[in-house]
């Protein structure tokens, strides 16, 4: 399973549930997420830039830095399409990287939609599911 890839509202609940447990704390989580919902669109942004730019250089780095900030919201092995990405621009196959970096924007939008969700609700959220947050921030 996967943040970016699941778009069912019950895999980003367990999900979300899985990286507060693993960060030990709903305030890090959230630290963690909101840095992630800034840096994730202006990193795959680049990546498309370079891609629309032809600059395989540049979109080889785009993908790197996109895999980087993934990274911090599940292993990277969880988002096969970054690998796809990735050997598609080491095969200087541009265009086909290109198709795959449109699959992966609209993944990270819906996932970014789950964040957002999360985010906004917070303890109510958790509390609503019958668990606590008391002492977990």
């Given amino acids: 399973m996967s943040l970016i890839t699941d778009h069912d509202d019950s895999g980003y609940e367990k999900e979300l549930e899985s990286l507060q447990a693993y ?5 890090f989580t959230r630290s963690i997420l909101e840095v992630y919902i800034k840096d ?3 990193a795959l942004a680049r990546l498309m ?3 629309d730019d032809n600059d395989l250089e540049g979109a080889k780095h785009a993908i790197h830095s996109l895999t ?3 990274g911090v919201v599940g292993p990277v092995s969880s988002h096969p399409i970054i690998g796809t990405i990735s050997a598609a621009l080491n ?3 541009l265009k086909e990287s290109a198709r795959h970096a449109r699959e992966l924007e609209s993944m990270v939008h819906a996932a970014l939609a789950g964040i957002n969700a999360w985010l906004a609700e917070g303890p109510r959220y958790q509390a609503s599911k019958g668990k606590t947050t008391k002492g977990s921030t």
């Fill in 23 to 27: 960060y030990g704390s709903e305030a």
């Fill in 40 to 42: 994730c669109p202006a």
């Fill in 49 to 51: 830039a370079t891609i």
């Fill in 68 to 70: 980087n900030i993934m």
């Fill in 91 to 93: 095969d200087e196959q």
